[in-house]
């Protein structure tokens, strides 16, 4: 997985800038933040799940470059006791991106796209682009029943330093949520292959609180 990965942000950083080591150096950055001892699920294993589906729907999505790189910056910056790791991620995208010859409106859009996983709400709308960012960032909730429950432990062990009765009540505003959205993905590709699943299993977690 990890060489699949650099070699991924090898190609797509190469196609804006001929500084082998500056590139080196930013994925550096990308495997010591993702390999956290703190990270459970918003890990490298994520950004590789998120890359590999894109690559089932790219004929979709109208500007590659972009998602990829809201991809992986998305969560670079993570710690569960914050409220402003997408702020904090955008800005370091941003940074990161302004050393590329990478047009300035694409860094602003890279940095919306991030920005738009805070709350999971689609904030451009131009292209289908944000929606199916969001949607492979989601695209966990409607995996098999094993596989969801794999990524609560995961998210449990994220939070750990909050006990259960503070957890579990915060867990459950996140997922009754959800719910009461009229739709849990955005695209028609992940309405019909994840959202039946995706609430079946969220009801499934709620009655385990």
Do not use: C
Not at 10 to 28: Q, R
Not at 30 to 52: F, G, V
């Amino acid at each position: 997985m990890i060489d699949w990965l650099k070699n991924e942000w090898i190609a797509l950083a190469s196609n804006y800038s001929s500084d082998k080591d500056l590139i080196y150096n930013y994925w550096k950055d990308i495997i010591s933040q993702y390999s956290k001892k703190s990270r459970y699920y918003h890990n490298l294993e994520h950004i590789h799940k998120m890359l590999t589906q894109l690559e089932t729907i790219k004929g979709e999505i109208a500007n590659l470059p972009e998602i990829k790189f809201a991809i992986w910056y998305h969560d670079i910056i993570y710690k569960s006791t914050k409220k402003d790791n997408e702020e904090k991620s955008a800005a370091f995208a941003k940074n990161r991106l302004k050393s590329f010859s990478f047009n300035t409106n694409s860094i602003k859009i890279v940095e919306k796209l991030i920005l738009s996983t805070k709350k999971h709400n689609v904030i451009l709308n131009q292209n289908q682009d944000n929606a199916y960012l969001l949607d492979l960032d989601l695209s966990i909730l409607g995996s098999n029943w094993e596989t969801y429950k794999n990524y609560t432990q995961q998210i449990r062990k994220e939070y750990k330093i909050y006990p259960d009765f503070m957890y579990k009540s915060g867990r459950k505003k996140v997922l009754r949520h959800f719910l009461e959205r009229d739709n849990l993905y955005f695209t028609k590709t992940y309405k019909l292959q994840f959202e039946n699943k995706a609430r079946e299993n969220i009801k499934r977690e709620l009655e385990t609180l």
